[in-house]
Structures are given as C-alpha cells and as structure tokens.
C-alpha cells in the first residue's frame, strides 16, 4: 500500500547542531508539505513543495531549509537547532491540485 | 494575512451532540476542511465543505457554514468516547496552490 513516512521517529540534538528530518512518500504526489506541532499554537506551516526543484517558505520558516530533488522525498534540514525548534514535526502530501492532505506519524525533536 | 481560530476544548457526554467551531478570515477559501488527529497519530482528512455550500451531512457529521461571518462548525452528533480527539479547521494558505493553514485544535473530551 502506498504511504508516508517519516524518520526517525524520536530524535535528541544539542543546540547548534545540524540535524535532517526525512519525509518520503510512494503515492507519486506532487505536492509535499512540512509543519510543526506545539501546544498553543495548533499546526503551522514551515516549507512546501509543488513539485521537483520547487520549494516555497511557510509560516514559520526561519532556521529551516528543504530540498526536492524527486518527487517521493522532501527532507527538512534544521541548518543550526536551537531550544525553539524543539517540537513534534509533521510531514504531509497530496495530489496536485487536490486539498485533501495525507500526514506522516510525526518525529518528536528535542533540541537540549 | 490568513488566521484560523478555535477555541480549544469541549467536554461533552458519550451520546450528547458535539458543536466544534471555527472563524477564518480568507474569504476567497473555495474549501474549508475538517481534520481529526487522534492521540500519537498525524491527521486525518474527516470532511470538507465547498465554499458555496451553506451545510454538509456525512452520517454523524454535518458541517455549517457562514459565510457572511466566516465561520464553520462541525456538529458529531451521537459522541461517541472514539470521537476524543483534537480537531483542527483549516482553509487554504497563500494565493495558489494546496497549502493549508490550521487553526490551533479543539481537544474534544467525551466521558462516559
């Protein structure tokens, strides 16, 4: 069956340190998307893509970095972690001009 | 720029009607979109409702939707204790594309 995943799972950086979270999907879709989850602040967007070499900020994008050179994974790179980024991260996908979005199950980064 | 409200928690009785609801602030949304996330787990599309739409009813759910106020709800009718979940509004993101924006989640608590 066709699915996203996203590893790892559970991760502990220190600050400073570069660390890449990565989302790969096998439904073929275009359009790939990452968010980060906090108490207070529900779902806000950081990257998305549309498709390959297309990337575009989010919300809240400041410190993070994405690249897409195919079309199953767009890995999240954290260029210098700080305490801030500490968070659950959600990668998500859909087809290409449909809304309906299909989410990973999330990696927890704690950032010490 | 765009923003979803929410209010954040509704503790009901298994059986008892749920009403979530949500204000949004782009008009020019030609989707508004319901989305569950249960405990540990990403999110899940539950229902969406087209912006000329003024009601959607899918078994237990019916969305409603004002547009007048920008403003959605969504109705569980019969809660069940499965229903407990956080539940996320969203509209679209930016001028083009599939982007979503959230709303911060309202926690649902259904107790026995």
């Known amino acids: 069956d066709a699915e996203i995943t996203q590893s790892p799972r559970h991760k502990i950086t220190e600050t400073g340190r570069q660390v890449t979270l990565a989302c790969h999907q096998t439904w073929n879709h275009n359009n790939m998307f990452w968010y980060r989850q906090d108490l207070g602040h529900g779902l806000r967007l950081i990257h998305y893509s549309y498709g390959v070499q297309d990337t575009n900020k989010g919300e809240v994008s400041d410190g993070y970095s994405v690249s897409r050179s195919n079309t199953e994974d767009l890995p999240l790179t954290l260029e210098s972690a700080a305490s801030s980024q500490t968070s659950v991260y959600f990668c998500?996908?859909?087809?290409?001009?449909?809304?309906?979005?299909?989410f990973g199950p999330g990696t927890r980064l704690t950032v010490l | 720029g765009e923003d979803v409200e929410q209010s954040l928690f509704l503790s009901v009785r298994e059986g008892d009607s749920s009403v979530i609801n949500c204000t949004y602030t782009?008009?020019?949304?030609?989707?508004l979109y319901w989305y569950k996330q249960e405990p540990g787990a990403g999110l899940q599309l539950l229902t969406y409702i087209f912006s000329n739409m003024d009601m959607k009813q899918d078994q237990r759910l019916t969305v409603l939707l004002n547009k007048k106020d920008k403003h959605l709800s969504l109705r569980i009718a019969d809660t069940q204790t499965g229903d407990s979940a956080i539940y996320f509004c969203?509209?679209?993101?930016?001028?083009?594309?599939?982007?979503?924006?959230f709303g911060k989640g309202t926690t649902l608590s259904v107790s026995s």
């Open positions: 998500a996908s859909s087809e290409a001009a449909k809304n309906e979005q299909f």
């Open positions: 782009d008009s020019s949304s030609t989707y």
């Open positions: 969203a509209e679209k993101w930016g001028q083009a594309g599939t982007a979503l924006i």
